[in-house]
């Protein structure tokens, strides 16, 4: 199912229970080939265009803004502490970002992180990861009514004098992947649930263990003497940000963590193991939880004990359900109020 699918499917569910929606306002934040996801080149060179970020966004009923971000080669340089990088935007609440961030509903970053230059060591490697989440998590977790898609773009280079040594792939590979592990790496730091990260390798480098790991897949190469992404790799990435904005629920603005209409909180959000939520009157007639997917078919019906729900992810059946956007409808009385549940893998 794609995700204008499952985006149009989640307006009409909400719609048929009652529930009404507004859509998000996304901005862009992008350095290099950013622009290459945000819209299509065909006008000038098709081998470099092919995101369209932007109109699937608008499609999708959001509003998009964007600004080009220049000194961002990396989100910190340990050896020159005026230059900042990425986390530069984010330090003293944000002074540095630009109005339209400040007031977005959904941040999107998308950088090009050298390695061959910068990740020379695991300090250095372990300096991203401690500034990520000081500055950049830092900031998200100081404003749980925004929420983050976090890109990571480590340029892949060819084989030969260009490809960096093993040591210096291997922490381009272990940077992107810490930035989409759910459990440990940059998202476990949010929250309230407001970060996502994404992998950029996990769509344009060839698997690890190959003398050519790390590059750029065949299909994903533009032509010599560049070593950039191409149409297709700017597609998938493009795609993979959609669907990950779109994740977040079209125009939910509750954050978790904080109450909606009815008191309720839920977390985490997104989930990956159980999710829990606090602050239902278990003692009130009518109180309970019921679980729809995107079909609006209803997957669980879960009563409140002791104030709380905990639900472990299943349906009715005992079997897990599938990775996607939940609708959580609570009701209290004659009152409902639904809340958009995102599962992971």
């Known amino acids: 199912m794609t995700t204008t699918r499952i985006t149009l499917i989640a307006f009409v569910t909400l719609a048929a229970l009652g529930f009404s929606v507004e859509a998000a306002h996304v901005h862009f934040i992008h350095q290099s080939t950013g622009d290459n996801w945000l819209r299509d080149y065909d006008e000038w060179d098709p081998d ?4 369209n970020l932007r109109a699937d966004l608008v499609s999708d009923g959001h509003t998009v803004t964007d600004n080009w971000h220049d000194d961002d080669n990396a989100p910190y340089c340990e050896w020159d502490p005026e230059w900042l990088g990425l986390c530069a935007l984010f330090i003293n609440d944000g002074a540095r970002l630009p109005d339209d961030a400040k007031a977005a509903d959904i941040i999107i970053i998308k950088s090009c992180f050298y390695p061959t230059e910068y990740l020379t060591s695991d300090a250095v490697l372990q ?3 401690d500034h990520s989440i000081a500055d950049i998590v830092g900031y998200f977790n100081s404003h749980p009514e925004q929420k983050l898609v976090y890109c990571s773009s480590v340029p892949h280079h060819r084989e030969g004098e260009n490809c960096p040594p093993p040591a210096v792939r291997a922490r381009g590979r272990a940077w992107g992947a810490w930035l989409e592990d759910t459990d440990t790496g940059l998202t476990s730091y949010a ?10 390798f996990a769509l344009t480098a060839r698997p690890a263990g190959q003398a050519d790991e790390n590059t750029l897949r065949a299909e994903y190469e533009i032509s010599e003497p560049d070593n950039h992404m191409n149409r297709a790799g700017n597609v998938a990435c493009a795609a993979r940000v959609r669907e990950l904005v779109n994740r977040f629920g079209p125009g939910d603005a509750l954050p978790a963590g904080k109450p909606n209409a009815l008191g309720i909180t839920v977390s985490p959000n997104p989930c990956r193991h159980t999710v829990r939520l606090a602050g239902i009157a278990g003692d009130v007639d009518g109180a309970s939880v019921d679980v729809y997917d995107l079909t609006g078919r209803r997957i669980h019906e879960l009563l409140p004990a ?29 009152t409902r109020q639904a809340t958009t549940l995102v599962v992971l893998r």
Request: proline share 2%; aromatic share 10%; hydrophobic share 35%.
């Open 48 to 51: 470099w265009g092919g995101g």
């Open 306 to 334: 002791l104030g709380e729900v905990v639900w472990d992810l299943r349906g009715k059946d005992g079997s897990r359900v599938d990775p996607g956007i939940y609708l959580m409808v609570s009701t209290v009385r004659t």
């Open 191 to 200: 929250t309230g649930g407001n970060v996502i990260g994404f992998n950029a």
């Open 127 to 129: 300096g991203w990861k």
